[in-house]
């Protein structure tokens, strides 16, 4: 099991603080799935996303310009959800940590996608994948 990101970056570079903005539960309808029966139809699937970065004080300024926009979040998982059939999960989660990682500021990303309609009842499938800048 891959320790909690907040846990590395803190051990790594000897930070003394960090910031998360997270977002939960942003559900959409994608094309997505490889299997036939996940063609041609869209299907739930919900994101929880982490970005983290070293220092937990407030801004020079309290001011939007100063801070990460937390709408960045939901539009770049919008945006996929937009961009046409994706075969594999891990694809889509591949994918939205290169965007969440070009911000010099994130030194840390967590996605996890999960399908919401595969199985009957309320079991769930789905793919988390974390990145640490080096």
Partial sequence: MLEDP????LQRRGVTGVTTLSLRDHVVEMEL????????RTQRIRFDVDLHFT??????????????????????????????RTNLLESVVADLLDTYMRPHEVEAASVTATKLDVYDG??????????IRD
Avoid at 33 to 40: F, K, S, T, Y
């Fill in 122 to 131: 309320d079991a769930e499938v789905g793919c988390r994948m974390i990145r």
């Fill in 33 to 40: 799935g490889i299997l036939p029966a996940e063609q041609d």
């Fill in 6 to 9: 907040v846990a590395v970056l």
């Fill in 55 to 84: 220092g937990a004080g407030a801004p020079a300024e309290d001011q939007i310009d100063q801070v990460l926009d937390y709408d960045f979040i939901g539009a770049t998982i919008d945006a996929a959800a937009a961009g046409g």
